[in-house]
């Protein structure tokens, strides 16, 4: 079971920016690809960007595209998630999971998540 710890979230204004920090203890950590989600009240987890485990490649659901960058550091266990131009739009929890690439589907357990809410 990989576990994971999100951190790094705030209120912040619309433009404004955030970088969130993924991290897990699992030495198995450099062989995972992993995404960020997040997920609205109600709602399930959307995957926002994925990374694959040697960090050569990173995809982006359309609306993020541009203004986030999903990067990973194998040496300290931790995935980045850096938010530029932030809209109220991005408000979410967000999450941090082991994913299949193909399907972008998390295969890991769930934790608690780091709340980002952009607002005036």
């Known amino acids: 079971q990989v576990q994971f710890v999100e951190s790094g979230g705030g209120l912040v204004q619309p433009g404004g920016s955030l970088r969130l920090s993924c991290t897990t203890s699992r030495f198995t950590f450099s062989t995972l690809p992993v995404g960020w989600y997040r997920q609205a009240p109600g709602k399930g987890p959307d995957l926002v960007a994925s990374?694959?485990?040697?960090?050569?490649?990173?995809n982006y659901r359309e609306s993020v595209k541009g203004r986030f960058t999903i990067s990973r550091d194998n040496t300290k266990n931790t995935v980045y998630l850096q938010m530029n131009s932030l809209k109220p739009e991005d408000t979410a929890v967000y999450l941090c999971n082991t994913l299949a690439i193909g399907s972008g589907r998390h295969t890991g357990t769930w934790g608690q998540g780091t709340q980002v809410t952009v607002s005036s």
């Open positions: 990374i694959t485990p040697a960090g050569d490649r990173t």
